[in-house]
């Protein structure tokens, strides 16, 4: 296992499997642990007769094989070993806040309370890009009758998190616990929600990709989303929140001078090729931010022993936090890495937080930098008509960036 603190960096990284990295942190050292684990949909039925039996052991149930996704490390969810040591190094009244699928959401919520967390809420998180699945039976069957219109699965539209918290030891008011610990409580103030009429609310638990179709869907329903019409998520009364699921943007944020051979694979997109984050299932960074938000303070450490592309990172450092992060794979392992190191760079640069304005000042500083070299060149060589078409088409490219950025950001342009 490979561990990178760089001095005076508010992060920390490690490579390899994260029950060996969690040894070396203290007990009570954790503010918060914000992961996105593996979610077990295995092609394998689980057997709660025998997750307790193991549990009653304290031994791990594991499924083995490989998840939805086709990788080994999406078979299993996150064991009982893992919870026991989140346990550990968490301070009382510390959050835990973990995504799992719809499916084997009970699992994962079992396998935290076993280990002695308490669950306090699920949160939904809302999207319109979910694939279905499921097998029509009539395909498989033309001659049989009555099969019309039978299916095997319904439409994906949600993934369910799991908030649960390490308990405040008995006798110990929150209050208390927050002064000696600054955990225990919800952030509730930092993740207000601003309704249209530009009054502030308390967020709801449901968090949604912010298209028109999801948010028709809960407030009427709508042909694509396919959600039932819930009136009673009036959106003016409910505000909820709209995060989109990560878009390129997102994904490539702080990559723009990672150097890597490995472009995303054709997995899960044949024409992909080009992408620089290799990972397969990219959390928004706007999602991240808001879960970061909901569970720490400022200065507080967040954890994520589920690295991936190291989206949960970049999130705490644009919300202020210290980060520790684990991943067991070298490649996805380099893009978090650069991916983090990146956010630290720009975030003290240009001192925002927004990761769409950071990228887009990134863009503009290479832009007006390329723009210098190439006007030294034409001052050397005036009459090299090349020098002065670079420098034309890098003026419209500065033009369209700035406009971008007026657009979205009029203050800050
Ligand atoms: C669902 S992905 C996280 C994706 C991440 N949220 C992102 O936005 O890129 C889970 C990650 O956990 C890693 N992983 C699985 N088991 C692990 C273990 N025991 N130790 C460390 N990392 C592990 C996998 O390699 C995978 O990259």
Known sequence: ????????????????????????????????????????????????????????????????????????????????????????????????????????????????????FQIKDQLIWAYASGVPKGQWLEN?????????????????????????????????SVLENYEQHGTGALNIGAVQVTRKDGETRYPANIITDGSKVVEKGFTGGDSNFNACSLSILDELLNPILYYSKAQVRDREFGLDKHESEIRRNALFSGNDTDFKNIHPT?????????????????????????LGSGSTGCAAILENRRFIGMELNQDYFRVAEARILRTVELKEKFKVSDPEQLTLLAELEEIETAMQKVADSVLKDPKNKVHHTKLGTLEIKRKVCLSNLKKSYPIAA
């Open 282 to 306: 990219v959390k928004p960074l706007a999602l991240m931010r808001h879960l970061v938000r909901l569970v720490s303070r400022p200065g507080d450490i967040v954890m994520d022993c589920f």
């Open 140 to 172: 498989q069957a033309e001659e049989v009758e009555g099969l019309a219109g039978l299916n095997t699965s319904l439409k994906p539209a949600v993934e369910p998190i799991v908030l649960a918290q390490k308990p405040i030891p008995k006798g110990v």
């Open 1 to 116: 296992m490979k561990d990178k603190k760089k001095s005076n960096q508010p992060f920390t990284l490690h490579l390899g499997n994260n029950l060996d990295a969690l040894a070396k942190y203290p007990d009570q050292s954790i503010h918060a642990v914000v992961i996105d684990g593996p979610y077990g949909m295995n092609s394998k039925e689980y057997n709660v007769q025998e997750l307790a039996k193991q549990y009653l052991k304290g031994e791990n149930y594991l499924l083995g094989g490989k998840g939805i996704v086709g990788m080994d490390w999406d078979s299993d969810l996150p064991t009982l070993a893992l919870a026991k040591e989140l346990l550990r190094v968490l301070k009382p009244g510390g959050f835990v806040v973990c995504f799992a699928a719809a499916r084997t959401y009970d699992i994962l919520v079992f396998t935290l309370r076993w280990a002695g």
